[in-house]
């Protein structure tokens, strides 16, 4: 069991002071015979308990090292944020309540908040879906008519990047204690988007 302040003041107490001082055996036999019940002292403590008292005038616990608790207030604080704005990053809330951003997470983890992404879905037309199938069934008749056809097409990947600030799966979340299902609907088209195209030649 730790010794806690009271008891390192009882230590000094017990080796005394001038012609009257006890040596480190005799101090911790005489702190064991008035604690039986406690686990006995040794020596190497005795001493480095009487070292920081002549070094420091004091025995208290050294003050701890890193940054104190976070008190329920500031965790309120947090929880009220992502209420307000289920939209809003660690980044934010960080800087708005001057706490770290490591602090903001923990008290999300702390009560079960999860960054949700955002699920994005093409807008479907009426007419889609007849496309769909016509598409479909042309290619179906082309490839009986020319065999071999599928194997000559030249697949491409396509990624677009929106220029008119569209939403970014990557950098979107939304912070509940529960999957919102949130879906963002928006069009396939658009008047101003740069597209990135990788080819691949599938033989």
């Given at each position: 069991?730790?010794?806690?302040?009271?008891?390192?003041?009882?230590?000094?107490?017990?080796?005394?002071?001038?012609?009257?001082?006890?040596?480190?055996?005799?101090?911790?036999?005489?702190?064991?015979?008035?604690?039986?019940?406690?686990?006995?002292?040794?020596?190497?403590?005795?001493?480095?308990?009487?070292?920081?008292?002549?070094?420091?005038?004091?025995?208290r616990d050294a003050p701890r090292q890193g940054r104190p608790k976070i008190n329920e207030n500031v965790q309120q604080d947090v929880i009220l944020s992502a209420l307000e704005n289920p939209h809003c990053t660690v980044r934010q809330v960080s800087r708005d309540l001057n706490i770290g951003k490591s602090s903001?997470?923990?008290?999300?983890?702390?009560?079960?908040?999860?960054?949700?992404?955002?699920?994005?879905?093409?807008?479907?037309?009426?007419?889609?879906?007849?496309?769909?199938?016509?598409?479909?069934?042309?290619?179906?008749?082309?490839?009986?008519?020319?065999?071999?056809?599928?194997?000559?097409?030249?697949?491409?990947?396509?990624?677009?990047?929106?220029?008119?600030?569209?939403?970014?799966?990557?950098?979107?979340?939304?912070?509940?204690?529960?999957?919102?299902?949130?879906?963002?609907?928006?069009?396939?088209?658009?008047?101003?988007?740069?597209?990135?195209?990788?080819?691949?030649?599938?033989?």
């Amino acid at each position: 069991m730790p010794l806690n302040e009271r008891d390192r003041i009882e230590i000094i107490m017990m080796i005394g002071v001038g012609d009257r001082m006890r040596t480190q055996q005799e101090v911790c036999r005489l702190f064991h015979e008035m604690h039986p019940d406690r686990e006995p002292v040794s020596q190497s403590t005795v001493s480095r308990i009487e070292r920081k008292y002549r070094e420091l005038g004091h025995v208290r616990d050294a003050p701890r090292q890193g940054r104190p608790k976070i008190n329920e207030n500031v965790q309120q604080d947090v929880i009220l944020s992502a209420l307000e704005n289920p939209h809003c990053t660690v980044r934010q809330v960080s800087r708005d309540l001057n706490i770290g951003k490591s602090s903001v997470s923990n008290i999300f983890k702390k009560v079960k908040y999860h960054p949700y992404r955002v699920r994005l879905i093409h807008e479907l037309a009426e007419d889609d879906f007849d496309r769909r199938t016509e598409f479909c069934e042309y290619m179906m008749d082309y490839n009986n008519q020319n065999n071999g056809f599928i194997a000559n097409i030249l697949f491409s990947d396509e990624a677009t990047f929106f220029l008119n600030g569209h939403v970014n799966r990557q950098n979107t979340r939304y912070w509940s204690q529960e999957n919102p299902h949130w879906m963002q609907e928006y069009h396939t088209q658009h008047p101003q988007k740069s597209v990135l195209h990788r080819t691949h030649l599938w033989h």
